[in-house]
């Protein structure tokens, strides 16, 4: 199993379990019965010298549990999409170390003299691969699209669940982090939709779940036969 794809997987699984938690976690404190603040006043963690200082207002129904739920799957929605960025650009990582020859490109690499002949060719090849990340981490799902089809033949935008849904899901993200969730109109028109402000509800995030970690096993398979061919 390759490197990225094996963290990716373990990050996922982690976040569903932390989702699947807190959500636990706050049944159980809104379940509590009488006064809303039923805390102590402080909480001394066993074997520990700290002191948990008890929390100022914690409402358990209403308004207060759909606040506390959505911004949950808000955080944990943006942490999913990150996870796949960082599996599509460490991806790269995996496939440099089996094969080179996908980044034979006409590309310049600024070194002086001095340096070429100074380092070592692991040294140089890091300063290769590293820039070649630097061009997926900062570009954008589309860049990340365009590099795996021109670089590696692997044209993600056809697989499942298809280019506009992972669109979406890179969209809605950059919402969620840069404007708190509110829509702007281009995003409106794109997608067709009414929404003043992004809503990331379970059934919502389950999907993303479910479609992002087979999008990514598909791209590992499709990796697994790029080095498979290089190999020949």
């Not at 890179?170 to 109109?185: A, F, M, S, W």
């Amino acid at each position: 199993m390759l490197k990225a794809f094996s963290n990716c997987y373990k990050e996922l699984e982690a976040l569903k379990k932390f989702h699947v938690s807190a959500h636990y976690a706050f049944n159980n404190a809104e379940n509590l019965e009488g006064n809303e603040n039923q805390f102590s006043e402080s909480l001394i963690i066993p074997n520990s010298q700290s002191i948990v200082e008890r929390p100022i207002t914690f409402g358990l129904k209403g308004k207060h549990a759909f606040s506390r739920r959505r911004a949950l799957n808000e955080v944990v929605y943006v942490r999913v999409i990150s996870i796949l960025e960082v599996y599509l650009t460490d991806s790269l990582l995996d496939i440099f170390a089996e094969t080179k020859t996908p980044f034979k490109s006409k590309n310049e690499i600024k070194i002086s003299q001095s340096e070429l002949l100074s380092i070592s060719q692991e040294d140089l090849f890091d300063r290769v691969i590293s820039k070649e990340c630097r061009k997926l981490s900062s570009g954008g799902f589309d860049i990340i699209v365009k590099y795996y089809k021109k670089n590696f033949h692997i044209d993600v935008s056809i697989m499942s669940p298809g280019l506009r849904k992972m669109q979406e899901y890179h969209d809605k993200r950059h919402l969620l982090v840069h404007r708190l969730g509110i829509t702007d109109e281009k995003y409106r028109r794109k997608y067709s939709s009414e929404e003043l402000k992004i809503q990331i509800d379970n059934e919502y995030l389950d999907q993303a779940f479910a479609e992002i970690y087979s999008f990514v096993k598909e791209i590992n398979r499709k990796i697994l036969l790029l080095i498979k061919a290089a190999d020949n």
